[in-house]
């Protein structure tokens, strides 16, 4: 059966979309996009919405057929939201039958699910459908708090946590507070995703991760998210 990833927090501006899209091409998986705002991995692939006379997740949803994911070259095939899907999204319960059943038709190994950020319907629903869900933690005091908030609300979903935006030098008190958060849960914490400069603006509509070289800046990004596909490929072995 194919695996559900999902990425998602329970607050924004926490590097969630940048990890769904890395990880949706690394995983050679379609990405669906569950996040209704600018800034949205839509937005990052290219797809303007404004363009279109349609809206493949709205109409797949509507008439209850499974969307062509669109292709693009070095990039993710992607199912592109719609602002509109903020007011017309279905109840978590109608996500996750729709999200196993577009999987099941794919016939792909993964499909990587990118959620609102702050929590949704639709994002709850993409929880309960997943295998993994990736949860990305700035070692900041909010975030942590978000986190926490998350961990006690669903200890018993596949949470991974990964420590996101980590410095060169990551703070101690903030890598403790991670290990309790988790501890006496089945919680797991993966390999940290280091902060870059430069990612937040980069204007390159493909995959970071599909630069080969990779340059010099992003080194250290690329390789924590080949070993996060790595950790998630091992986890579903």
Known sequence: MPKIITVAARKGGV??????????????APLVDLEFDDGSATR????RHEARTRAPLLDAIERGTVPRPLKG????DLVPCHPDFQLNQPDADTMANI????????????VVVDTHGGGSPSGDGAIA????????VPLRTKDLNATESMVREMPDFPLVL???????????????????????TPVTVASP???????????????????????????AFADA???LASFLKEDHL
């Open 73 to 76: 070259h070095r990039k993710p």
């Open 129 to 136: 459908a997943a295998s993994s869900v990736v949860v990305p």
């Open 44 to 47: 990052i692939w290219g797809y």
């Open 225 to 227: 998210m080949h070993q």
């Open 15 to 28: 590097g969630k979309t940048t990890i769904a899209y890395e990880l949706a091409y690394l995983l050679d």
């Open 99 to 110: 999200l196993d059943t577009w999987a099941g038709e794919w016939g792909r190994d993964f």
């Open 193 to 219: 995703v280091p902060y870059v400069r430069g990612i937040e603006t980069r204007k390159k509509r493909i995959a970071l991760t599909s630069e080969n070289p990779t340059p010099k800046a992003y080194v």
């Open 162 to 184: 990964v420590p996101s935006m980590v410095p060169r030098v990551p703070p101690a008190p903030e890598i403790n507070r991670i290990r309790t958060i988790i501890e006496g």
